[in-house]
Nanobody, 123 residues
Framework: QVQLAESGGGLVQAGGSLRLSCAAS????????MGWFRQAPGKEREFVAS????????TYADSGKGRFIISRDNAKSTVYLQMNSLKPEDTARYYC????????????????WGQGTQVTVSS
């Protein structure tokens, strides 16, 4: 059984930074495409960033380009999302997810999900 566990969320002022972590167990992490998604109240879950299994390719939603950095440590089976210059509109629950595909931004292509971690950015 695949398990993903996010951590690192919290309350931060606008302009601040947070680093989210997602620890994976029970599957071949090093061969999985990993992604971060977020969902704000009343909105659909949306893509934030993804990183290929080999650490070669990263993709970002326009909302996070230049501010967010996704990375992974296959030895620790962990994926990270460094979020800088946070804005109130970044407030959401952030989820990590794993996919068997080589690359995708669609949440429908991700088979495994964590429970999420809440990020709240105050103005």
């Amino acid at each position: 059984q695949v398990q993903l566990a996010e951590s690192g969320g919290g309350l931060v002022q606008a302009g601040g930074s947070l680093r989210l972590s997602c620890a994976a167990s029970g599957h071949t992490f090093s061969r999985s495409l990993m992604g971060w998604f977020r969902q704000a109240p009343g909105k659909e879950r949306e893509f934030v960033a993804s990183i290929s299994s080999t650490n070669v390719r990263t993709t970002y939603a326009d909302s996070g380009k230049g501010r967010f950095i996704i990375s992974r440590d296959n030895a620790k089976s962990t994926v990270y999302l460094q979020m800088n210059s946070l804005k109130p509109e970044d407030t959401a629950r952030y989820y990590c997810a794993a996919s068997k595909l080589g690359w995708s931004q669609s949440l429908h292509d991700y088979s495994y999900w964590g429970q999420g971690t809440q990020v709240t950015v105050s103005s």
